[in-house]
């Protein structure tokens, strides 16, 4: 039994099922929980779409029908003709890199990443993320990483302080920096239409200041909001930035000789070789004994 998930938006839900039922085979059963928006049987499988907008399937034969199905029914918008989304991985968290990613997707694309399960980041686990980037590589236009090593993390950090800045400063130098090289690759491919950039807010006006840098935003719509993972640029920008992040800590973990999975917060402090894989001034401050993630 392979399980997959699905993420739409809830209000699609109706025709979403709406279309299952006309398919052959297919039949609604009672739901098990308030939570179920509907529960399909199709052969031996089951889909289950929740208030949430989340969908489950259990065989290949449902994730294949809820592929085909998502894809009719989730609405292009054909506003824009391009949508990058950026959004950062590792940001809170002691170990590892802090990585940006940026991606930019046609509204085709987003039909096909939303029927191949992209969504936030933060709903998959480490194996998840790590097919579903390269099923973005394949359907983007353009994706970019800055990767932000604890090394070279460390010394920024102690230098933006001594100018009394904080890390929403490095991040916005982050953003923009990968925004600026996905924008370099649509322009290499001379691409027209209309452009928007979604990025997940935690600094509006430090990130705009360091976008107009590098970019003219008068020919861009920009949107800072929060749960910008919601849209799925920004979600497909998040799991190319996990990933970048998971892959770092298995590259280092082999360079090094070091279980830094395994590693706790407290063991990190006294360890010879921190300095190549943990962001000190967290460190510092954190008197936890919690160990990594994204």
Same mark, same amino acid.
């Given at each position: 039994?392979?399980?997959?998930?699905?993420?739409?938006?809830?209000?699609?839900?109706?025709?979403?099922?709406?279309?299952?039922?006309?398919?052959?085979?297919?039949?609604?059963?009672?739901?098990?929980?308030?939570?179920?928006?509907?529960?399909?049987?199709?052969?031996?499988?089951?889909?289950?779409?929740?208030?949430?907008?989340?969908?489950?399937?259990?065989?290949?034969?449902?994730?294949?029908?809820?592929?085909?199905?998502?894809?009719?029914?989730?609405?292009?918008?054909?506003?824009?003709?391009?949508?990058?989304?950026?959004?950062?991985?590792?940001?809170?968290?002691?170990?590892?890199?802090?990585?940006?990613?940026? +991606?930019?997707? @046609? %509204? #085709?694309?987003?039909?096909? &990443?939303? $029927?191949?399960?992209?969504?936030?980041? !933060?709903? /998959?686990?480490?194996?998840?993320?790590?097919?579903?980037?390269?099923?973005?590589?394949?359907?983007?236009?353009?994706?970019?990483? +800055?990767?932000? @090593? %604890? #090394?070279?993390?460390?010394? &920024?950090? $102690?230098?933006?302080?001594?100018?009394? !800045?904080? /890390?929403?400063?490095?991040?916005?130098?982050?953003?923009?920096?990968?925004?600026?090289?996905?924008?370099?690759?649509?322009?290499?491919?001379?691409?027209?239409?209309?452009?928007?950039?979604?990025?997940?807010?935690?600094?509006?006006?430090?990130?705009?200041?360091?976008?107009?840098?590098?970019?003219?935003?008068?020919?861009?719509?920009?949107?800072?909001?929060?749960?910008?993972?919601?849209?799925?640029?920004?979600?497909?920008?998040?799991?190319?930035?996990?990933?970048?992040?998971?892959?770092?800590?298995?590259?280092?973990?082999?360079?090094?000789?070091?279980?830094?999975?395994?590693?706790?917060?407290?063991?990190?402090?006294?360890?010879?070789?921190?300095?190549?894989?943990?962001?000190?001034?967290?460190?510092?401050?954190?008197?936890?004994?919690?160990?990594?993630?994204?």
């Amino acid at each position: 039994m392979t399980v997959e998930v699905f993420k739409i938006d809830p209000n699609e839900l109706p025709k979403l099922k709406e279309l299952l039922l006309q398919k052959p085979s297919t039949k609604l059963l009672p739901s098990t929980n308030p939570y179920e928006d509907f529960r399909i049987r199709f052969y031996d499988g089951l889909i289950v779409g929740y208030t949430s907008g989340k969908i489950v399937t259990n065989t290949s034969a449902t994730t294949q029908l809820i592929c085909e199905a998502i894809q009719k029914v989730v609405v292009r918008d054909r506003e824009y003709s391009v949508i990058i989304g950026s959004d950062e991985a590792g940001k809170g968290e002691w170990l590892g890199p802090m990585t940006i990613a940026a +991606v930019a997707l @046609t %509204p #085709e694309h987003i039909v096909i &990443l939303i $029927s191949r399960g992209v969504m936030d980041s !933060k709903l /998959l686990g480490p194996q998840r993320v790590l097919e579903l980037v390269d099923v973005i590589k394949a359907h983007s236009l353009s994706l970019r990483v +800055v990767t932000i @090593t %604890p #090394e070279r993390f460390n010394k &920024l950090f $102690s230098e933006v302080k001594d100018e009394g !800045k904080t /890390l929403n400063d490095m991040l916005a130098w982050g953003h923009a920096k990968a925004i600026e090289g996905v924008f370099n690759d649509l322009s290499v491919k001379k691409l027209s239409g209309k452009v928007k950039v979604v990025i997940d807010e935690f600094d509006k006006l430090r990130t705009e200041e360091r976008l107009r840098r590098v970019l003219d935003l008068k020919e861009v719509t920009l949107v800072q909001k929060s749960e910008a993972e919601e849209e799925t640029a920004v979600a497909a920008a998040s799991i190319v930035a996990r990933a970048a992040w998971e892959i770092w800590v298995d590259k280092e973990t082999k360079r090094l000789s070091v279980d830094l999975r395994n590693l706790t917060a407290s063991d990190a402090r006294t360890h010879p070789k921190a300095i190549y894989f943990a962001k000190e001034s967290y460190l510092r401050s954190n008197s936890q004994n919690h160990r990594s993630g994204a």
